[in-house]
């Protein structure tokens, strides 16, 4: 699947995983924690994750991205299966330009494929787990003035990060906010990585 829908897919998963993330977070925001789950509950979610293991007390935006994980189990499938048809309509209104010239994303998908999701998920994960690890260690405050001290501040906005949203969120927004290193990262060393494993 990832050979032949490979930024399709990624897209679409993405998309999905975005929109899922900011539909919980919105209905969190206006109806409370405790009717997130009680809704999550209703349409049998708990069947499939533990939701009596979440607490509403996290705050808003961790509990909205506990959920959209949880709704993966949802959203996985549904995507795989949407995705031939998706790259249908890519390739019949686009096919031909894309030819032409492939972008930097669709040409490393197409190169390395799987590889690059796994080396990509792999990093996301190491990158995920430092930060809280980091965040855990030295607490929150502490964590975003070092960031800060090896200038990261310059290149991130760490000045919009709440430290008192809890560690789990913290490292998380601060995760993704790495993308921004972590991608032209894993572009400048995928290749050479690919090389020396098939040695």
């Given amino acids: 699947?990832?050979?032949?829908?490979?930024?399709?897919?990624?897209?679409?998963?993405?998309?999905?995983?975005?929109?899922?993330g900011l539909l919980v977070y919105t209905a969190i925001e206006l109806n409370g924690?405790?009717?997130?789950?009680?809704?999550?509950?209703?349409?049998?979610?708990?069947?499939?994750?533990?939701l009596n293991n979440m607490d509403p007390t996290l705050g808003n935006v961790a509990l909205a991205l506990a959920l959209n994980?949880?709704?993966?189990?949802?959203?996985f499938p549904l995507v795989a299966a949407l995705t031939p048809s998706i790259t249908k309509v890519?390739?019949?209104?686009?096919?031909?330009?894309?030819?032409r010239k492939p972008g930097r994303f669709s040409t490393l998908m197409k190169e390395h494929g799987v590889f690059f999701l796994i080396y990509w998920s792999g990093l996301w994960a190491v990158t995920g787990v430092g930060c809280y690890v980091g965040i855990k260690t030295a607490g929150p405050d502490a964590a975003l003035q070092?960031?800060?001290?090896?200038?990261?501040d310059r290149i991130l906005p760490l000045d919009s990060i709440d430290p008192t949203m809890?560690?789990?969120?913290?490292?998380?927004?601060v995760n993704e906010a790495m993308e921004i290193?972590?991608?032209p990262f894993i572009i400048a060393t995928l290749p050479l990585l690919k090389?020396?494993?098939?040695r």
């Fill in 1 to 20: 699947m990832m050979q032949r829908h490979g930024p399709v897919f990624l897209v679409s998963w993405g998309a999905s995983w975005a929109l899922s």
């Fill in 33 to 50: 924690p405790e009717t997130a789950l009680n809704i999550a509950q209703s349409v049998g979610l708990d069947k499939l994750v533990p």
């Fill in 69 to 75: 994980e949880a709704l993966e189990i949802v959203r």
């Fill in 90 to 99: 890519v390739e019949g209104r686009f096919g031909a330009s894309m030819q």
């Fill in 146 to 152: 070092a960031l800060s001290a090896i200038g990261l």
């Fill in 166 to 173: 809890g560690n789990v969120a913290l490292a998380v927004a």
């Fill in 181 to 183: 290193v972590r991608l």
């Fill in 195 to 198: 090389r020396a494993l098939k």
